[in-house]
T-cell receptor, first 115, second 115 residues
Framework: ETGVTQSPTHLIKTRGQQVTLRCSSQ?????VSWYQQALGQGPQFIFQYYREEENGRGNFPPRFSGLQFPNYSSELNVNALELDDSALYLCASSTLSGGRLYEQYFGPGTRLTVT | RKEVEQDPGPFNVPEGATVAFNCTYSNSASQSFFWYRQDCRKEPKLLMSVYSSGNEDGRFTAQLNRASQYISLLIRDSKLSDSATYLCVVNLQIAGGTSYGKLTFGQGTILTVHP
């Protein structure tokens, strides 16, 4: 086990609603990244948090936002849900040190269904 | 052109077979390379990092050719438990105020090992 946990495991929301997903990183890691994985595709990078700030972002609209807390845990918030947001949301924790990002370890994911 | 491209597969092999997966990446500035394994409806798990000198872990051998921007994974003596989707992953380190690492995943190649 990686020690990365996510909650909830599954979630069903209606189009237009808002959702918050949570991630606890592995002990000793200071960086959390979030990914979206649609069925049959590889994960797509949403953004990364380091020292409680977003320090990198993929090609996702502003309605995808996040937070990182002093204990390095993180939240992903998605506003105005769309049907295409249905996916597995993965968080990955790692260590950023000396300008180098070390291996990322994934949590079990949250499966979001938007109806 | 996709940033990371893998053999589409699927691969269906008997136990004991040797199977090879290939992957190419488009960004020559990519800095680190990995193979992840993903079981059905589970999170990706780090299988191994890939180095220019090549590296081996038991039945698994990974190779990187930076000049050709090509990565490979060889699995010898396949086991039933090797059945999974194999994801080629490239880490592009983005230098900025605080550098961050963006993992870019290939689409994945499905491997089924049968008795």
């Amino acid at each position: 086990e990686t020690g990365v946990t996510q909650s909830p495991t599954h979630l069903i929301k209606t189009r237009g609603q808002q959702v918050t997903l949570r991630c606890s990183s592995q002990s000793g890691h200071n960086t959390v990244s979030w990914y979206q994985q649609a069925l049959g595709q590889g994960p797509q990078f949403i953004f990364q948090y380091y020292r409680e700030e977003e320090n990198g972002r993929g090609n996702f609209p502003p309605r995808f936002s996040g937070l990182q807390f002093p204990n390095y845990s993180s939240e992903l918030n998605v506003n105005a849900l769309e049907l295409d947001d249905s996916a597995l949301y993965l968080c990955a924790s790692s260590t950023l040190s000396g300008g180098r990002l070390y291996e990322q370890y994934f949590g079990p994911g949250t499966r979001l269904t938007v109806t | 052109r996709k940033e990371v491209e893998q053999d589409p597969g699927p691969f269906n092999v008997p136990e004991g077979a040797t199977v090879a997966f290939n992957c190419t990446y488009s960004n020559s500035a990519s800095q680190s390379f990995f193979w992840y394994r993903q079981d059905c409806r589970k999170e990706p798990k780090l299988l191994m990092s890939v180095y220019s000198s090549g590296n081996e872990d038991g039945r698994f051998t990974a190779q990187l050719n930076r000049a050709s921007q090509y990565i490979s994974l060889l699995i010898r003596d396949s086991k039933l438990s090797d059945s999974a989707t194999y994801l080629c992953v490239v880490n592009l380190q983005i230098a900025g105020g605080t550098s961050y690492g963006k993992l870019t995943f290939g689409q994945g190649t499905i491997l089924t090992v049968h008795p």
